[in-house]
């Protein structure tokens, strides 16, 4: 891991926090990006780094609670909260809400840096799901309609016979869309195909004589 390539976006009112945060996080190594109000980190252009959201809960645009629910709508970095009144439901309800940690103002440094680390190992571990996600669609989407429908008799496990059967065409014809399949999928075996559906959550096809 590169410190260097990772950025910690800190949102809090309060200008000395930001800049106590700011300094420590820079010091070891992390980019940080302050801001005073929700609006304002909504406004900046994120670069493409797992990153880490460092958010006050008491800002003067929104609650942070509130504001954790509106980023979970999209792709956003995980959070850790980070409060002076911190109490029992709120942090219930942070956590529930997908954050790494709530913590409360003084904010112990090896608390802090720890759950900033785990934050952005969270967010990079995603980043790479959701980029294997884009290239099996991408793969997908390159499959003819008919391919598609092979795919899901395939990968549901009908027999060939069978899956020609019931796709009303012959068996060679649908071996020969099986390899094309295979290729346009860069599945190495069946087993590796079977992985492939499950990640696209292609839906499995029931035996109708079962």
Same mark, same amino acid.
């Given at each position: ?13 309060? #200008? ?21 109000? #929700? #609006? ?5 252009? %994120? ?11 008491? $800002? ?32 219930? !309800?942070?956590? @529930? ?5 709530? *913590?409360? %103002? ?5 608390? +802090? ?8 190992? @969270?967010?990079?571990?995603? !980043? ?11 793969? +997908? ?9 092979? $795919? ?12 020609? #059967?019931? *796709? ?5 014809? *649908? ?14 075996? $069946?087993?590796?195909?079977? !992985? ?11 035996? @109708?004589?079962?």
């Amino acid at each position: 891991m590169n410190p260097q390539k990772e950025i910690v976006f800190i949102v809090d009112d309060d #200008a000395r926090v930001r800049e106590a945060f700011g300094e420590l996080l820079e010091s070891l190594g992390w980019r940080a990006e302050m801001f005073a109000a #929700a #609006a304002e980190y909504i406004a900046y252009a %994120k670069p493409d780094l797992p990153a880490c959201l460092l958010l006050d809960v008491e $800002l003067p645009d929104i609650n942070g609670l509130d504001f954790q629910r509106q980023l979970s709508r999209d792709v956003h970095p995980p959070i850790v909260f980070i409060t002076g009144h911190g109490d029992i439901p709120s942090s219930v !309800r942070a956590i @529930r809400g997908g954050a790494v940690d709530f *913590l409360t %103002k003084p904010v112990a440094e090896n608390d +802090l840096v720890m759950a900033i680390r785990t934050a952005i190992d @969270r967010d990079r571990k995603q !980043r790479s799901v959701r980029a294997e996600r884009a290239e099996l669609g991408r793969r +997908l989407a390159a499959l003819t309609p008919r391919e598609r429908e092979v $795919l899901q008799f395939v990968v549901s496990g009908f027999l060939n016979k069978q899956s020609a #059967a019931e *796709l009303g065409i012959s068996e060679i014809t *649908l071996q020969i869309h099986r390899g094309k399949i295979m290729r346009k999928m860069q599945a190495e075996s $069946l087993a590796d195909l079977v !992985r492939i559906a499950e990640k696209l959550q292609i839906p499995v096809i029931r035996d @109708r004589r079962a």
